[in-house]
């Protein structure tokens, strides 16, 4: 989803671009009774939430680059083999690795009560014993923007810019702006620390975590999410006029290089110059919960689909690709290592699922040209599973983002995000959030996706890439 966050923080003077663009409504183009069949016959689909089930429950949370993430590969290598994929392996790169710490907070006066949060990554630390300042109250990203650097210097920085659930997800791109750069932004004027509303649309006390970037040059700071619910409670504090102090105890700390990993599998095609389809999500996940929403499911939603195709006793035209990427949360270091491994080679479609297991509502592509009407098929056989289909998009994902780069042709599938970011990135991403229904829907999509784009007679790409 990166392009699109990116998109906002570019636009931040701008009102978000509208991203419901209508399309005429797409040909209708007869159904391949064999596409029919594999698509019905995965809405009773039970590898996908087997395989959650399993990453979940085996492996639990698996943090970039340590020691846990390294199991989960180990796990998914003999999984995919097991399933019975072709070439599985991982490929391993290096990368910096953060680990948490220590995270207490309490406002000291003129209210003393504990605070619940929790600690960004790449946040900086505290002095053991903790730091107690000030807190500048800014219930926006854009009043803290316009605040004067005396506002700022020499205090922790409190930032609301509440997030609305959106069906599209794109409020986590509005209002996440506070997070992705607002510490680095605190730190370069003279704040001592950031702490921010979770970027979230829950009310409980379940912070929620996620990468924060200081640029070069810029030491980090100490940097946290409060719980909506503390949010609130900072904000009603403010509200009564007296200066507001806080003590903050942040002891993450940068561990250095270590080894991350992508995990491949394919099913292969019969028709090696026709290309690649690489689809996947990744393996990577949060260290506060199991990441079973992210990104459990979007691992095991693509892998079903392809064994689907794999099993379905026809070998595809087109290579199915299923890369699990290492290390997405923190920065996307499986995406370039994989651009950088596999650039060279033809892939004629990229898709990623990253936006955790809910129905499937919307598809989008930038098949165009000569595959245009491969979308056109696309459109009629997902019609069943409720799916609409619009223009615009293709090619949404930060573990795809540097593939599509290079013009290769993007499809989205869009799950509702209504609640996906009411558990999004906090310790209540479990197994529980995921609905076996709404799975099951999501494997009958990216099967017919693939039954219909692997084995296409039409040249797909390369695509005119628009900038986001
Ligand atoms: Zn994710
Ligand atoms: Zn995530």
């Known amino acids: 989803m990166t392009n699109r966050f990116l998109a906002a923080i570019l636009a931040l003077a701008l009102p978000f671009p509208a991203l419901a663009q209508r399309a005429a409504p797409p040909v209708p183009a007869p159904v391949d009774p064999a596409v029919a069949a594999l698509r019905d016959a995965a809405l009773k689909d039970d590898v996908a939430y087997d395989i959650v089930e399993g990453l979940t429950t085996e492996v639990g949370q698996r943090l970039a680059g340590t020691e846990a993430e390294a199991r989960a590969r180990t796990w998914a290598v003999a999984k995919l083999k097991a399933l019975g994929f072709q070439n599985v392996r991982s490929e391993p790169y290096r990368m910096p690795v953060w680990v948490r710490g220590e995270e207490r907070a309490e406002i000291v006066s003129p209210f003393p009560q504990k605070l619940v949060l929790t600690a960004l990554g790449n946040s900086g630390a505290t002095p053991d014993a903790g730091l107690t300042a000030e807190v500048a109250v800014f219930k926006t990203f854009g009043e803290f923007m316009n605040a004067p650097d005396s506002a700022i210097k020499g205090r922790i920085v409190y930032v609301g810019n509440a997030m609305a659930p959106t069906q599209d997800g794109s409020s986590y791109g509005q209002s996440g702006v506070a997070r992705f750069v607002g510490p680095g932004i605190a730190a370069r004027r003279g704040a001592l620390a950031m702490v921010i509303r ?3 649309t829950d009310t409980h006390r379940t912070p929620h975590t996620g990468v924060t970037n200081f640029p070069e040059g810029v030491k980090p700071i100490p940097a946290a999410a409060l719980s909506v619910p503390d949010a609130k ?3 009603a504090m403010a509200a009564r006029g007296k200066p507001l102090t806080m003590k903050l105890v942040l002891t993450p700390r940068q561990i250095g290089e270590r080894e991350s990993g992508n995990v491949i599998a394919e099913v292969p095609g019969s028709d090696p110059a026709a290309g690649i ?3 996947g999500g990744h393996l990577d996940s949060w260290d506060l919960a199991t990441g079973a929403i992210d990104d ?3 691992v095991a939603i693509t892998a079903a689909a392809a064994k689907r195709i794999m099993d379905s006793g026809r070998r595809p035209r087109r290579t199915i690709r299923v890369v699990w990427f290492g290390s997405e949360e923190v920065g996307g270091f499986g995406a370039r290592d994989y651009a950088r491994r ?4 033809r892939h004629v479609v990229a898709a990623e699922s990253d936006l955790g297991a809910d129905r499937v509502w919307r598809f989008q592509s930038s098949l165009e040209g000569s595959a245009a009407p491969v979308a056109g098929r696309l459109a009629s056989a ?7 289909h619009t223009d615009g998009g293709g090619g949404d994902g930060a573990d795809i983002g540097p593939i599509v780069a290079t013009g290769v042709a993007g499809i989205d599938f869009n799950q509702s995000a209504l609640r996906y970011f009411d558990t999004h990135h906090t310790a209540d991403d479990t197994l529980d959030r995921v609905d076996p229904e709404m799975l099951r829907q999501n494997v009958a999509a990216w099967t017919t996706m693939l ?3 692997a084995d296409a007679p039409e040249e797909i790409g390369p695509v005119a890439r628009k900038s986001h």
């Open 451 to 453: 039954a219909i784009v």
């Open 382 to 388: 997902l019609v069943p599973l409720g799916i609409v």
């Open 342 to 345: 596999h650039g060279a080679e």
């Open 198 to 200: 979770s970027i979230g």
């Open 296 to 298: 459990a499911s979007g």
């Open 233 to 235: 409670l900072i904000e």
């Open 277 to 279: 389809v690489l689809v």
